[in-house]
């Protein structure tokens, strides 16, 4: 007896389900969308680190000038034969200033202070100038 053939080709066509390649690139989206972010993340981290180096500078820095306003006009700290003064060191930053007399006018003298860190390998600093009369 002679049994019927059946076609080669017997696959549905509503067959459910992803194939194998799919998957695969499915999971090298996924795998480069959680890349992109972890490199985010690591250059986050670093610009809050320099973030809160750069505010520690800036208070100390205005800490060491209101002492220096706050001293009298004549104080050997405000002298412009001793300067520059320093490096201080107060923690991980460098605090030095210089004072020049009779600039911009005369009976005023200019400060400048400095503060100097180091971020990440490099050499970081912040100045800020005051008159005082």
């Not at 049994?3 to 459910?16: A, G, Q, S, V, Y």
């Not at 004549?74 to 004072?99: C, K, M, Q, R």
């Amino acid at each position: 007896m002679l049994l019927p053939e059946k076609p080669m080709n017997t696959f549905k066509n509503n067959d459910k389900g992803f194939s194998l390649v799919e998957v695969l690139f499915a999971l090298f989206i996924f795998a480069v969308g959680i890349l992109a972010v972890a490199l985010m993340l690591d250059t986050s981290i670093q610009k809050n680190s320099s973030a809160r180096l750069m505010s520690e500078a800036t208070e100390i820095a205005q800490y060491q000038m209101e002492k220096l306003m706050s001293v009298s006009y004549h104080d050997a700290g405000l002298n412009e034969s001793s300067s520059p003064y320093g490096p201080n060191t107060i923690g991980n930053y460098n605090v030095s200033w210089t004072v020049r007399e009779d600039l911009p006018m005369s009976d005023m003298k200019t400060i400048n202070l400095t503060v100097a860190w180091n971020d990440l390998g490099k050499g970081k600093s912040l100045t800020v100038d005051a008159i005082r009369q």
